[in-house]
């Protein structure tokens, strides 16, 4: 079990520019979340996988994001036009759990660090 | 909505010394789980403890101990005798049933120096 990992761990574009991550969770895993941190706070949620189902949404994910887990295994978060205010360390975890459980322990991975100049 | 705030947002102690956490939150559900992640200067959030909303029970594991009080809406955490190795940032994060987002404080970051 080689943990969640996240590629690339840094990416440094141009505003106006898209970004794509990737996220591969611990492989028994069926759970994939996404969140934001910025400097000095906590991460935020942007959103959940189910397998390859997108169940929840924040509304922080505005429309230039886009997450994808095609066939319930790694999943893709792209930026589209990325903004300054886009620069952040974007976390992905992952966990096990029915439909119906809750509160499961999720593992992160170290993050991708964005910097949009 | 839910909230979780960490109202010390650094605290600074020398090695050995006890060193406790506030976790306040606020929830309408009577339904909830509490966390601890310990966020090292890697980055990488790692899990110390869940706690239930029906279960108030106080826990410890090793150096670590827990302190539930529904009564405050506390989710307090104490380090003892705390070594070097502490130093990080301790988040404190709240889910709702039927939730699955961990709605996060905004941190302590603890440095415990020689």
């Known amino acids: 079990d080689t943990g969640v990992s996240q590629d690339p761990r840094h990416k440094i574009t141009k505003r106006g520019q898209n970004v794509t991550f990737r996220c591969d969770p611990i492989s028994e895993h069926n759970r994939l979340y996404w969140y934001r941190q910025t400097l000095g706070q906590g991460p935020e949620f942007l959103t959940y996988?189910?397998?390859?189902?997108?169940?929840?949404k924040s509304r922080l994910l505005s429309d230039r994001f886009s997450a994808e887990r095609p066939k319930g295994s790694f999943s893709t978060l792209e930026i589209q036009r990325t903004e300054q205010g886009d620069s952040a360390m974007y976390l992905c975890?992952?966990?096990?759990?029915?439909?119906?459980?809750?509160?499961?322990?999720?593992?992160f991975g170290q993050g991708t660090r964005l910097t949009v100049v | 909505a839910q909230k979780v705030t960490q109202a010390q947002t650094e605290i600074s102690v020398v090695e050995k010394e006890d060193v406790t956490l506030d976790c306040v939150y606020e929830?309408?559900?009577?339904?909830?789980?509490l966390f601890w992640y310990k966020q090292p200067p890697s980055g990488e959030l790692v899990f110390l403890i869940r706690?239930?909303?029906?279960?108030?029970q106080n826990e410890i594991s090793g150096r670590y101990s827990w302190n539930f009080q529904k009564s405050t809406s506390s989710f307090n955490f104490t380090i003892t005798a705390s070594q070097v190795v502490d130093s990080a940032v301790y988040f404190c994060?709240?889910?709702?049933?039927?939730?699955?987002?961990?709605?996060f404080g905004k941190g302590t970051s603890l440095l415990v120096t020689p």
């Open positions: 929830t309408r559900d009577t339904t909830y789980y």
């Open positions: 996988f189910q397998n390859e189902a997108q169940l929840e």
């Open positions: 994060a709240l889910s709702v049933f039927s939730g699955y987002a961990l709605n």
């Open positions: 706690r239930n909303s029906f279960d108030e």
């Open positions: 975890a992952s966990s096990s759990g029915d439909r119906d459980d809750w509160g499961t322990e999720a593992f």
